[in-house]
């Protein structure tokens, strides 16, 4: 029985008329088809209205109720396939001035900055990944509900300029498991972080999962529910799953909303108290992007510091750094939204920092936002040691690489490959910048000679939707056979290809399997599928193994290639059977 009889009904505003009441059923004769009216029975109500049979225009949705409530009556409301107003194809559908405060607003072209030019209020904006919302300087958007900056595997959404009202800021993180480094460009707290994700250890447990930075210690404290995130300048916080426990699988899709920050932000950045800035980490100090667009490294003074910004590269476990200008292992002139950085303060320095709005960017440019994709490229020599490079995409430089001459202590920017652009890598290795497209590829050369190959190694992070390959002699084979490269001169061209569904990440495997003679043996504690490849590709065996199992392989003597579940690879070579 109904205490408090609500009804729902659709309005015409303009009218006003009704053009669509909720679905009842005849109690008298309930096998009977539904009916649309006053349903006086149900304590759910649903309305449902053809999009054929409105015309353009403002609609009411009126809650009502029969007679004299008995009590307060709360109750919620669901709206679905409502349409907005849409920024497509380089202009808004309806001039911003006309937009009245219960609009919905999808900015969906990536290609084009969305300008709002005049103050305005909307109900909800929603930005899809790599779309643009740039707020004149000068003017408000003011958000009833919440302004949605999204993001996916291809790029994230950015927006620069003042909002009144909440911004929802999604992150989307991939790769391994680790700590990342974020910046927070909401008012926001270590509750309000642990939203989405599986698990956060905070202050007080045996092995907390989530820190800010205090310069003035040069220490890290772990932070708590109540602790603002916004006051630590970064969060370092831990992604995937170890041992602790499964703190968010990855990938993984990370929001936390709040009011932006404040739009210009001034530092008194710790310095260090002496003159050698190996002794401790005084003097380093982590800063956040607060914005939500990439700050230009050009555009900031970082006068008051030694000038450098180091940015964690949780792929290659390796700060990356620039200036602005020049940049090593991966740097460069934006950083990104979301991100946050470490500067150092030698002593002597001011320690003034000042980041504004006007520091941020908004570009129709895609290299100003797109990740930092690369291949990792490690090479077993003969001698039984082994040599690696990193090859990042970019938009000016080689198409090819050549092992045993572009490899080991080359100087920065070598004179012979201008086009090259190399730098030392921590064991002395280096990297090459490749140009980047959506499917391209590039060509790795060798001379037995110099390099004496034995075998090759890849692991690849491309954009979800890609995957790499091998190209040799005309004939494209799946990455894993990547793994045998035989002695002698030639060339190989590595692909990547954007029809592809997967990314594959592969990698040598020494450890688990154990190749003795023509015996295969597994030395794991679970049983693991496995498979052995000749070089053409072909399948030549399949199989559940079993923890300590051993086969004695009757392949033909030559090499091939062992690929397990998990995408590892391992190289066997099987000389003539006894």
């Not at 899809?128 to 994230?156: C, F, Y």
């Not at 003042?162 to 989307?172: A, E, L, N, Q, W």
């Amino acid at each position: 029985i109904l205490v408090n009889d609500l009804d729902m009904k659709l309005w015409n505003t303009s009218g006003p008329s009704m053009v669509g009441a909720a679905w009842k059923l005849d109690v008298s004769s309930p096998g009977s088809a539904a009916t649309q009216g006053n349903n006086s029975v149900d304590n759910v109500e649903r309305v449902d209205v053809s999009s054929a049979s409105l015309s353009a225009g403002w609609y009411t949705v009126r809650v009502s109720h029969k007679g004299t409530l008995a009590s307060p009556q709360q109750y919620s409301l669901l709206i679905s396939d409502v349409g907005g107003v849409t920024f497509e194809a380089g202009s808004w559908s309806a001039a911003p001035n006309t937009w009245t405060s219960g609009v919905l607003v999808a900015v969906k072209d990536t290609s084009t900055i969305a300008l709002v030019s005049a103050d305005v209020s909307v109900g909800q904006l929603r930005v899809v990944p790599n779309g643009k919302l740039r707020i004149a300087e000068g003017n408000t958007l003011s958000v009833m509900s919440q302004v949605h900056l999204e993001a996916d595997a291809s790029g994230m959404a950015i927006m620069k300029g003042k909002v009144s009202g909440d911004v929802r800021v999604h992150f989307y993180i991939e790769g391994t498991a680790g700590f990342r480094y974020f910046g927070v460009p909401v008012r926001a707290n270590g509750a309000d972080w642990e939203a989405d994700m599986n698990r956060v250890h905070f202050n007080g447990h045996s092995s907390p999962s989530i820190y800010g930075w205090n310069a003035a210690t040069a220490s890290w404290v772990a932070l708590s529910e109540s602790d603002s995130l916004h006051e630590h300048g970064g969060v370092v916080s831990y992604m995937g799953t170890n041992n602790h426990g499964q703190f968010s699988p990855l990938p993984l899709s990370k929001y936390i909303t709040g009011e932006l920050m404040p739009r210009t932000q001034s530092y008194t950045l710790t310095v260090d108290s002496d003159t050698d800035p190996s002794n401790s980490d005084e003097g380093w100090n982590l800063v956040s992007n607060f914005t939500t667009a990439p700050l230009d490294g050009q555009s900031i003074d970082w006068s008051g510091t030694d000038g450098t910004y180091y940015t964690w590269d949780s792929n290659l476990g390796d700060y990356a750094s620039s200036n602005g200008m020049s940049h090593t292992k991966g740097g460069g002139r934006y950083i990104p939204r979301g991100q946050s950085f470490w500067l150092y303060c030698p002593s002597g320095s001011t320690g003034l920092l000042t980041i504004d709005s006007s520091d941020a960017v908004l570009t129709a440019n895609p290299d100003v936002y797109k990740m930092n994709y690369f291949v990792r490229i490690k090479w077993y020599l003969s001698s039984g040691s082994y040599d690696e490079v990193v090859l990042r995409w970019d938009g000016n430089s080689s198409r090819s690489f050549r092992f045993g001459e572009d490899m080991l202590r080359k100087p920065l920017n070598d004179a012979s490959r201008p086009e090259c652009r190399w730098r030392i890598e921590d064991m002395d290795c280096v990297m090459g910048v490749f140009p980047w497209s959506a499917s391209d590829s590039c060509q790795l050369l060798w001379n037995a000679g110099i390099a004496g190959i034995d075998s090759v190694g890849i692991t690849a992070e491309l954009p979800r939707g890609m995957s790499v390959q091998w190209s040799k002699n005309g004939m494209d084979y799946p990455l894993y056979q990547s793994n045998v490269l035989l002695n002698g001169n030639g060339a190989v061209y590595l692909k990547w290809d954007a029809s592809r569904v997967s990314v594959h990440q592969n990698q040598i495997h020494r450890g688990a399997f154990e190749v003795t003679g023509r015996k295969v043996r597994w030395n794991g504690e679970k049983p693991m599928r496995a498979s052995f490849y000749d070089l053409s590709g072909k399948l030549l065996l399949d199989k559940l193994w079993m923890p300590g199992e051993e086969q004695m392989m009757e392949f033909q003597a030559g090499v091939y290639t062992l690929v397990d579940q998990r995408g590892d690879v391992l190289k066997c070579s099987f000389g003539t059977r006894e």
